[in-house]
């Protein structure tokens, strides 16, 4: 690793080590493809893992860096694909358990749509497995694992501490550039059609969140309260997000079976027969990105009542005595509110 600050190495160390050893133990469920779970654990590990990349990458060396962040990248692309398949089967599974969809008209579209949606999953395995392989041969994890025991054991056997005032000062110049990304996008809430901006709020949320979830060892668990209450943003606007993109994703699909349906009968009318358990999904998930925008709005207000972002400034200047003399550090931070592409489709 890269001559840095010690402490601000051993934070890193830390918390990589963490999350690398959680992808590595999912990885095999991921592999084994028989439950939903690992593959939703392993992409959330890689996506903290690129969080912590960005923001101790003066901690590391740029060779290895590259390489990592490339196939972790890669990683976390098709575990969200497959994801997001996993999200969709297990909510069209639900729908079909409630009593309510045993309606004639609605569980043909809807067993139709899980047909599809298990066959689209079974297709995405042979990419996730392939990503898997290229992960091995390059020995990243293995790479990562190496480099990071070694600082480790290093750092502390020279009693290194992760409350220094450099990691103090950098850390809250990253928790705050995050928070600028965040309340940047908070107007989106003024219009609730505004699907695109909602979309950057929850990057911006979830960016905010993995952030302070790293400096919270530095703040020894004082983050949790605020680490808590913007999961809650993520969560809803991820919810919603969930909902644009079904309503965007049904539509498409009715189009597709109605082809379909041309193309084995040469006429449409046996599509008929699925349509309404599609329209009556679409229209479910509207009604739900209804009632869940307003729930957001409410609970976005409620903190700004509440003085959440004024709490938490007071919490990180509480620790300005300590960090003042890595106040030029602080300054120097470079906070990159634009990190990622902004693809991805479900939270966490």
Known sequence: MAAVDPSYQLLACQYLREQLGKLAQELRGVRANDAIEPVHQARVASRRIRAAFRMFGDCLDDKRLAKWNKRIRALTKDLGVARDKDVQIDFVEQVIAVPEANDRQILPGLRRLLLRLRQSRNALQPTVLKTLDKLDRGNVLADMHGELEKTWFTLRSNDVSLQS????????????????????HDHTLDDPEDEAGHHQMRIAAKRLRYTMEISDLAYEGELAPFIKAIKKVQTLL??????????EDIDAFMEEERLRTIDYFGHARPFARLRGGLVFLREERKEHRRRTFAELAAYWKTLGEEGLRDELESTLRSHDGTARQGTTDRQNVHVDVAEEDGKDRTTQ
């Open 238 to 247: 991820g919810d919603i997000h969930d909902c644009d993109v079904w309503a």
């Open 165 to 184: 005032p450099f990691v103090l000062a950098r850390a809250a110049g990253h928790i705050r550039g995050k928070i600028h990304g965040l309340v940047a």
